[in-house]
């Protein structure tokens, strides 16, 4: 759900492939304040391993700045220190968003709405696997 979240966030802000980076602090507070009001330092963890081409074999974030090595995954810069937009991959998955493809659901104040999945143009869980406690 986080990630679903954070690339959704990600698209309201308009950062797809083509925009320029935005600090990745920015899309944390959106992800937290309108969506998943849950700890900044998970958020933020699970958007540096869409980022991470160690990590997905096709990242959903294109990140620029410090995400990591391969042999330390989590020697990543402050989130104020990275920035980041979607990756052409991620709006594949964004692609059929406003054709009426999915249902919304209210976010967890009743203010906002968000899609209960995304709809994707790719079988993203084969591409990618999976991996932790939240899949999905």
Not at 2 to 22: D, F, H, P, T
Request: with cysteine; hydrophobic share 40%.
């Amino acid at each position: 759900p986080v990630q679903r979240r954070i690339i959704y966030a990600m698209s309201e802000l308009g950062l797809n492939a083509s925009a320029k980076y935005k600090k990745s602090a920015r899309t944390v507070g959106d992800v937290l304040g309108k969506f998943h009001p849950h700890g900044d330092i998970a958020c933020y963890e699970a958007m540096v391993l869409m980022a991470q081409p160690f990590s997905y074999r096709y990242p959903l974030v294109d990140g620029q700045g410090n995400w990591g090595a391969p042999d330390d995954p989590k020697s990543f810069a402050a989130m104020r220190y990275t920035e980041s937009k979607l990756s052409k991959i991620a709006e594949i998955l964004l692609g059929e968003l406003g054709q009426g493809t999915v249902d919304y659901q209210p976010n967890f104040d009743g203010s906002l709405e968000e899609p209960k999945y995304l709809p994707a143009r790719l079988p993203h869980i084969l591409l990618n696997g999976t991996m932790g406690i939240a899949v999905g």
